[in-house]
Structures are given as structure tokens and as C-alpha cells.
Nanobody, 115 residues
Framework: QVQLVESGGGLVQAGGSLRLSCGAS????????MGWYRQAPGAQRELVAT???????TYADSVKGRFTISRDFAKNAVYLQMNSLTSEDTAVYYC?????????WGQGTQVTVSS
């Protein structure tokens, strides 16, 4: 069982920045992929960024060059630095981790970008 605690969401003006954090705890040996997804009102949940256990990253085209995902292996944490935010980034952001190829989700943190 993996527990995820997210933080860092909030309200920001367009062009601003936010940093999301997610810490994992529980009875596991090693985390595989960690990532962030988001879901806007009326839309499906979509991938934002992922980072593997060897540091390989993947980004949605819509966030490339603006968002940066990173992880702290010692803390079992993953971060998402979001810059140059626009109103289209408004969504609930969910942390995602895989342990032995089984995925777990965080509770979600709201990011609202005002134009």
C-alpha cells in the first residue's frame, strides 16, 4: 500500500509559477515511475509529465519547455515546477507512482490560473 501526499497547488496569475510536491510513504522497497496528471473540468485526466527510476522524463507537448519534473529518490518524492502558467493549465493535478507496476494516485491538488 502506497500513500501519497501532495502539496503546492493554489491560485496564481497567468505567467506565474507554482511548484507541486508529492511524497510517497508505505511498505515498499522501490518506486518505479513517478508522475503528474491533471484533469480540467469536463475533461479527461491527462498525462502532464513522468520520470522513471533512472531519471528519464516524458512531457505532454502542451507543457514542454514550461514544466520540469524531478524526483528525490531518498525522500520518495516527486516535484513539478510549473512556469509561464496559462489559464489552460487550470486543473486538479494528481500525483502518480508505480510500485511493482501497480499504480497509486494522490488525492489531487487544485491549480487555478487567473488571466
Amino acid at each position: 500500500q502506497v500513500q501519497l501526499v501532495e502539496s503546492g497547488g493554489g491560485l496564481v496569475q497567468a505567467g506565474g509559477s507554482l511548484r507541486l510536491s508529492c511524497g510517497a510513504s508505505g511498505n515498499f522497497f522501490q518506486i518505479g515511475v513517478m508522475g503528474w496528471y491533471r484533469q480540467a473540468p469536463g475533461a479527461q485526466r491527462e498525462l502532464v509529465a513522468t520520470i522513471t527510476s533512472v531519471g528519464r522524463t516524458t512531457y505532454a507537448d502542451s507543457v514542454k519547455g514550461r514544466f520540469t519534473i524531478s524526483r528525490d529518490f531518498a525522500k520518495n518524492a516527486v516535484y513539478l515546477q510549473m512556469n509561464s502558467l496559462t489559464s489552460e493549465d487550470t486543473a486538479v493535478y494528481y500525483c502518480y507512482v508505480e510500485v511493482r507496476y501497480i499504480g497509486s494516485w494522490g488525492q489531487g491538488t487544485q491549480v487555478t490560473v487567473s488571466s
